[in-house]
């Protein structure tokens, strides 16, 4: 199968993936599409297992890390699939939502619908597929864990040979910033939520907004956190970070954030090398004064 015989979408050649990821960084993509539904997203597993070529499925781009020199195969961004796809049966409580879609349009349905549940991720810049497979989450609150992975009734996805499973929530394994749905790839989410009056759901999320304009208003581009937060009794990584005096820390065009040392900002120019050095800088820094080992958090992508 030819690439002129994928009618849609149109696949890329050497797309820049500065232009895909929130953190700015990474060279081109071989080849890049964005698939609008399922039948265009079957053609291209379809495709690139033909050919023999290898694929990245990319969400929002909010907590990768692209090689410089790029990614040596097809990668395929979900942030067109089926975006406006999002269904709901108000007397069960429940709402499928596509991959595609956006965390703020999801959460702005369930306010809209009285479901709550939803508004500890009204501020994180993913779609609701990426979301899953790391189980994104979000506390204003210390020691208060929320994930999305806690909402899950059902996921339907791809195994990437292309066939249709369903996994129901005895399936699902979320943990901390993890999933066991790695290796598919997610279609749609069911998640089961209870009714509450919209103006409750406004102030909770108005509150986290609030809370993060405080701590975590980053206007520069950035992954997110860059490390996971020790378990407890710990502190988080932003303290630990900041205690041993990191904050603000530079390696060529990446920074650690003045303002919260979790994370990483680009202050231009900067590339995928400088942001492993000062990963493995902090690593290194807090193994030796506290002989805790920092899990990254941001996904580091090879170029093949």
């Not at 020790?230 to 904050?247: R, T």
Request: with cysteine; hydrophobic share 40%; charged share 20%.
């Amino acid at each position: 199968m030819s690439t002129s015989e994928i009618s849609a979408p149109a696949l890329q050649r050497n797309v820049p993936l500065t232009a895909h990821t929130t953190l700015k960084i990474g060279g081109p993509a071989h080849l890049f599409a964005e698939p609008a539904n399922e039948e265009q997203l079957i053609k291209l597993l379809g495709w690139s297992r033909q050919e023999r070529l290898p694929f990245f499925i990319l969400g929002n781009g909010s907590n990768v890390l692209f090689d410089d020199a790029g990614y040596q195969g097809l990668v395929i961004s979900m942030r067109s699939f089926e975006n406006d796809l999002i269904k709901v049966d108000l007397e069960s409580c429940r709402v499928t939502v596509s991959a595609g879609a956006s965390l703020s349009r999801l959460v702005r349905f369930c306010q809209e619908s009285g479901l709550a549940g939803t508004e500890f991720l009204a501020h994180i810049p993913g779609t609701v597929g990426g979301a899953l497979v790391m189980n994104a989450g979000f506390s204003r609150h210390a020691g208060q864990q929320n994930a999305i992975g806690d909402l899950v009734e059902e996921v339907r996805a791809l195994t990437r040979e292309g066939a249709v499973v369903q996994r129901s929530r005895e399936e699902l394994n979320f943990s901390y910033r993890h999933s066991n749905l790695g290796d598919l790839i997610v279609l749609e989410v069911t998640l089961r939520l209870w009714r509450r009056p919209k103006e409750q759901i406004t102030q909770e999320m108005k509150a986290n907004l609030d809370f993060r304009k405080k701590l975590q208003n980053i206007q520069e581009p950035n992954a997110g956190s860059v490390f996971k937060n020790p378990p407890a009794p710990h502190p988080s990584a932003g303290f630990l970070i900041e205690k041993a005096g990191l904050k603000g820390k530079r390696i060529g065009g990446i920074q650690i954030s003045e303002q919260h040392a979790n994370y990483f900002v680009n202050k231009g120019g900067a590339t995928s090398a400088d942001v492993i050095r000062l990963i493995e800088e902090v690593q290194k820094t807090l193994l030796h004064a506290t002989g805790i080992i920092l899990e990254p958090e941001i996904r580091i992508i090879p170029k093949n």
